[in-house]
Nanobody
Framework: QVQLVESGGGLVQPGGSLRLSCEVS??????MGWYRQAPGKERELVAT???????RSADSVKGRFTISRDNAKNTVYLSMNDLKPEDTAVYYC?????????WGQGTQVTVSS
């Protein structure tokens, strides 16, 4: 069984920054990603990163959010800058290993003055 534990969410003012972390319980070849779900909306992709470091991200966060991973620590990060109120959501860590999907419990990010 693979477990994902997120941390780093919180309340931040518009224009501020946060860094989310997701620690995986064991080393596994995978594509890691961050998704988010705002109240009343569907869960959406934020960014993904392969084991080799290839990344992709949603247009809404390009230039502001950066996904990275430390394979030695089994951890993926999401650095979020210039946060906007519309970034408010529960952020979920995702792991896809050859079609086997795992999710973290989610961490709340609230952007408000």
């Amino acid at each position: 069984q693979v477990q994902l534990v997120e941390s780093g969410g919180g309340l931040v003012q518009p224009g501020g920054s946060l860094r989310l972390s997701c620690e995986v319980s064991r080393n596994i070849l995978s594509i890691m990603g961050w998704y988010r779900q705002a109240p009343g909306k569907e869960r959406e992709l934020v960014a993904t990163i392969t084991s080799g470091g290839t990344t992709r991200s949603a247009d809404s966060v390009k230039g502001r959010f950066t996904i990275s991973r430390d394979n030695a620590k089994n951890t993926v990060y999401l650095s979020m800058n210039d946060l906007k109120p519309e970034d408010t959501a529960v952020y979920y860590c995702n792991l896809n290993s050859f079609g086997r999907i795992y999710w973290g419990q989610g961490t709340q990010v609230t952007v408000s003055s």
